[in-house]
């Protein structure tokens, strides 16, 4: 993807992502349709240079936190049959390279890290009515569950499954510069 932003327009420091006006969701097959769902709760931060080319980010998801608009299969999705966040239950991403449209980097889900790359839209820098500048970022990736652990499924009839294995991430983050 482009930048919708100049890249001359970066500042260079620590940003903080605001869990309030950021999301991280996803989408994954259910029979015929998709089911998507969310994580109420994560942090993280995004280092920038001068450039980009510069830009590192890390974050924590809590996995418990899911939201499926569902409870039951919320529970199903926090239980060993797919997060065990009894056992793990942080789902975590640190960045290792950004060229200003893919960010390469490591995603550990259940103890298993895997590298993935993500699309990344830089939004740009503003300053919001409090004195505060933010940045704000779109990304999304494919990943393939299995690679991560989670194996759980059902057979259907006709060799079908109840669970798709692709899971689509898409993340909205809007970060808070550190002042200090």
């Known amino acids: 993807m482009t930048s919708t932003a100049s890249a001359t ?3 260079a420091g620590t940003w903080t992502i605001d869990p309030i006006h950021s999301e991280v969701g996803f989408t994954v097959r259910h029979l ?6 969310q994580f109420e709760k994560f942090e993280g931060k995004v280092t920038t240079g001068t450039s980009l080319a510069e830009t590192k980010a890390e ?9 499926t608009r569902d409870e039951q299969r919320d529970g199903h999705l926090r239980s060993a049959d797919f997060f065990d966040t009894e056992n793990s239950g942080l789902m975590t991403f640190a960045s ?7 960010a390469k ?3 550990t889900i259940k103890g298993v890290s895997n590298e993935v790359e ?3 839209e830089f939004l740009g820098i503003e300053n919001d009515p409090w004195g505060n500048s933010r940045i704000g970022f779109e990304a999304t990736t ?12 059902i057979p259907l009839d006709g060799g079908k499954l109840l ?18």
């Not at 015929?32 to 769902?37: A, F, L, Y």
């Not at 974050?59 to 939201?67: E, F, I, K």
């Open 9 to 11: 327009a970066v500042v």
């Open 32 to 37: 015929m349709t998709k089911v998507r769902g």
């Open 59 to 67: 974050a924590t998801v809590d996995l418990n936190s899911v939201n």
């Open 96 to 102: 290792s390279s950004f060229d200003g449209a893919t």
């Open 105 to 107: 980097g490591t995603l």
């Open 118 to 120: 993500l699309d990344v």
């Open 142 to 153: 494919e990943i393939n569950r299995k690679d991560f652990g989670v194996d759980f499924n």
């Open 163 to 180: 669970v798709g294995d692709k899971v689509s991430i898409t993340l909205s983050i809007q970060a808070v510069f550190d002042k200090a």
